[in-house]
């Protein structure tokens, strides 16, 4: 063997970093986050594949197509997807250093609550001899905005981990495999000034046996990304900026064909605002030529902002395109709340008509509910949910603790402030709770989320969803899964929904570091014993509404359902309804949407006037 590059500032044992040989190996994990047993949350098979896992696999399939590394050097990518895969460090290991190859450790698209995991990883790789790169949005979100490098950057530097902030697209990710090649890896790659354009880039792609391993014929990829708006809660904006990027319809046509031809048709388009992508009506117009002209089989899950009804023809486009389900960011109704996020573009005089613009073409509707905004209270948080329930026709209710996630203006705020936050990273996942409330103590803004869920997802109310679904020609059954899996990962499971999966895997060993490894014979008996009891309630759940679906799917009548939240928008029901008339800050901003459509109407009378 060689001896080790002695000029860089990294140091691998047992690796030969200046090694002629013409293998190198990208490993690249998306690591999965501890539950509050410490356990890594991992399944069987987990919801949707990774967009990050894929545009970096995207990147460095590219990368390996040109030979970035020098003509004759094969790059071999590996990746894992932690949350349906374990990751075997010595394995991977042994995988690089086969036939003296060297290689590079990605951990990639590591968000706040997959930090600590990410660095327990990194240090049995890096015990290994291996090199290890982390990027993601913890990384990038934490260098964007707060001074110098914060202390748990610095604990993986001082491992021998480099750091990359910013985006690998434009070449940025061939120089770091070429330094990871060569042996002299940077501490710090920093890309945040110069984020690359879109257009043209890799196609986003994970192997076919990869998204087996996920629940469904789903994958994701994004066709822009940044914001122009200003929530405060956000880390988008800080992150990917506020000036918005995007793929061309080209590219978006490019990545549903090559996927299709693997026999994947199902996509999440992951572009936090995809009403905003200055490309969006040509790009759907490419996507209803694929459907229409060419009969592809192709669905599509996007999200959108409350203002997307107001984009003449992007509803109606959406609907022809494929879009089945929409995710809308609605966070709160009362616009105090909604004041005090900065998400001001949120008017609630919208919420209604908009979601009734979707129901219309038959398209599924989830939306985002923010608990804990300094107004709120146990009992508004009941009241408002009430509301939404008798008044707003959405059909799935996500809800989140504001959380002050690294990266973002109030992570910022509290930061400088010197206000309390949970030191422990791991937490900022939305289902926990993370900072003070100026009224409500930890324990009662707990207790209020869970009765959140439980309040919305009650027998009465999923009826409810299941009967308005049946009445808007959206699929009963999807609709019922769906209600099982939010109501099911947050109770039994206790996990957030977005982090949910079929059947929970767990490792013995695969512990938190600092709690201690169990008996294999308690730890096996418990697992056990747990799945057991879970699948047993899951199952009683799915029997019970499953004759209530049979039920509403035999009813004649099922299909004129209707209720207060269906019935059209009127004029006049700014005055009557409660989640108008309620509160001053509601009747303000119902006085204000008068207003400017008054004033709407008047420009309007005077254009036609002449
Ligand atoms: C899609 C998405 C999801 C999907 C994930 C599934 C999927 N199909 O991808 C779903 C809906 C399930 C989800 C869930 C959650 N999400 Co999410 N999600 C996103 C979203 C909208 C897009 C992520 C993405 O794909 N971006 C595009 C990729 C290409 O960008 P990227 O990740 O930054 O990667 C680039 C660079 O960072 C770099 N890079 C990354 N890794 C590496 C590694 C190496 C070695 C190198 C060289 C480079 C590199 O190169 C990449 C390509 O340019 C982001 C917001 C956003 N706009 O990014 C939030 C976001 C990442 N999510 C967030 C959160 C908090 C969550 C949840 C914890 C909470 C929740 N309940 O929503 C869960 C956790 C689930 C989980 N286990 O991941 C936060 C994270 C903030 C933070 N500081 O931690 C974000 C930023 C949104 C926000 N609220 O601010 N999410
Ligand atoms: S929460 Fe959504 S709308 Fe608000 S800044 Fe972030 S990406 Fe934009």
Same mark, same amino acid.
């Given at each position: ?23 190198? #190996? ?25 967009n ?45 250093? !086969? ?5 590079? @450790? ?12 990410? &660095? ?7 015990? &290994? ?9 913890? $990384? ?35 120089? $770091? ?21 879109m257009e043209?880039?890799?196609?986003p ?8 391993? #996920? ?5 994701s990829f994004d066709s822009g990304r ?16 506020? =000036?918005s990027r995007y793929r061309t319809a080209?590219d978006i046509e490019?990545i549903v064909?090559?996927? @299709?031809?693997?026999?994947?048709? !199902?996509f999440?388009i992951t572009d936090d605002n995809f009403?905003r992508n200055r490309n969006w009506?040509q790009i759907f117009?490419r996507l ?12 599509y899950?996007i999200q ?20 089945? +389900? ?38 599924? #509707? ?16 009941? +009241? ?18 504001? #959380? ?7 992570? =910022? ?5 010197? $206000? ?55 699929? @009963? ?12 990962? %947050? ?13 929970? =895997? ?14 294999? %014979?308690?730890?096996? *008996? ?6 057991? $009891? ?6 009683? &759940? ?11 799917? *035999? ?14 928008? =009127? ?17 303000? *901003? %119902? ?5 400017? *459509?008054? /004033? ?6 005077? /254009?036609?006037?002449?």
């Amino acid at each position: 063997m060689r001896q080790c590059c002695q000029g860089c500032h990294l140091r691998y044992r047992g690796f030969d970093l200046a090694s002629q040989s013409s293998r190198f #190996t990208f490993v690249m994990i998306k690591p999965s986050h501890y539950d509050d047993d410490g356990y890594v949350i991992q399944w069987a098979k987990s919801a949707i594949p990774s967009n990050t896992l894929a545009a970096l696999y995207g990147i460095a399939e590219d990368c390996a197509g040109r030979q970035a590394l020098g003509a004759g050097v094969g790059i071999d990518l590996v990746p894992i997807d932690e949350t349906n895969t374990r990751v075997h460090p010595e394995r991977l290991a042994a995988r690089i250093r !086969r036939d003296g190859g060297t290689g590079l @450790v990605g951990l990639v698209g590591v968000q706040s609550n997959q930090y600590p995991r990410a &660095l327990d990883l990194a240090r049995k790789f890096r015990a &290994l001899g291996c090199q290890v790169c982390i990027g993601g949005f913890h $990384v990038s979100g934490t260098l964007a905005m707060l001074p110098g490098v914060q202390p748990e950057l610095q604990e993986a530097i001082d491992m021998g981990v480099s750091l990359f902030a910013g985006e690998a697209e434009g070449g940025r990710l061939d120089e $770091v495999l070429l330094d990871a090649r060569a042996g002299t890896m940077k501490p710090i790659y920093n890309h945040m000034d110069d984020l690359p354009g879109m257009e043209g880039t890799p196609v986003p792609i994970l192997p076919r046996d990869r998204i087996g391993r #996920t629940a469904g014929r789903h994958t994701s990829f994004d066709s822009g990304r940044g914001c122009p708006f200003q929530c405060s809660f956000c880390t988008i904006i800080n992150v990917q900026g506020r =000036k918005s990027r995007y793929r061309t319809a080209d590219d978006i046509e490019r990545i549903v064909r090559v996927n @299709v031809a693997q026999g994947v048709n !199902r996509f999440f388009i992951t572009d936090d605002n995809f009403a905003r992508n200055r490309n969006w009506e040509q790009i759907f117009d490419r996507l209803i030529a694929l459907r229409e002209d060419e009969g592809f089989d192709v669905k599509y899950i996007i999200q959108v902002d409350t203002l997307c009804r107001k984009i003449p023809n992007f509803i109606e486009k959406a609907g022809r395109a494929g879009v089945k +389900r929409v995710f809308i960011g609605l966070e709160n109704i009362n616009p105090v709340n909604l004041a005090a996020a900065a998400k001001r573009q949120n008017r609630i005089t919208e919420y209604r008509r908009m979601l009734q613009a979707w129901r219309s073409i038959g398209v599924l #509707t989830y939306a985002g509910y923010i608990l804990g905004f300094p107004a709120d209270t146990p009992e508004s948080i009941q +009241r408002d949910i009430d509301i939404i329930k008798r008044e707003l026709p959405v059909d799935l209710l996500e809800f989140f603790y504001l #959380t002050p996630l690294p990266g973002s203006a109030d992570h =910022k705020a509290l930061f400088e402030k010197g $206000v309390p936050m949970d030191a422990d990273l791991n937490r900022y996942d939305l289902n926990h709770s993370t900072t003070g409330h100026p009224t409500m103590s930890r324990a009662q803004l707990e207790q209020a989320y869970r009765d959140a869920w439980e309040t919305y997802y009650s027998p009465e109310h999923v009826e409810t969803i299941l009967r308005r679904a049946r009445a808007s020609g959206i699929s @009963v059954g999807n609709t019922l899964f769906l209600c099982l899996w939010f109501y099911g990962c %947050v109770t039994l499971e206790k996990i957030h929904p977005l982090e949910g999966g079929w059947w929970r =895997k767990k490792s013995r060993t695969d512990r938190r570091p600092g709690l201690p490894i169990e008996n294999p %014979v308690t730890f096996h *008996a418990r697992y056990w014993a747990d799945q057991l $009891v879970k699948h047993w309630k899951m199952l009683q &759940l799915v029997v019970r509404y499953g004759r209530l679906r049979r039920q509403i799917k *035999a009813d004649p009548n099922a299909r004129s359902y209707s209720d207060l939240s269906l019935e059209p928008v =009127k004029d006049d029901e700014m005055d009557e309804l409660e989640m108008f008339t309620l509160s001053q800050s509601a009747q303000n *901003a %119902v006085s204000k949407a008068r207003r400017d *459509a008054a /004033a709407s109407a008047a420009a309007k009378a005077r /254009a036609a006037a002449g």
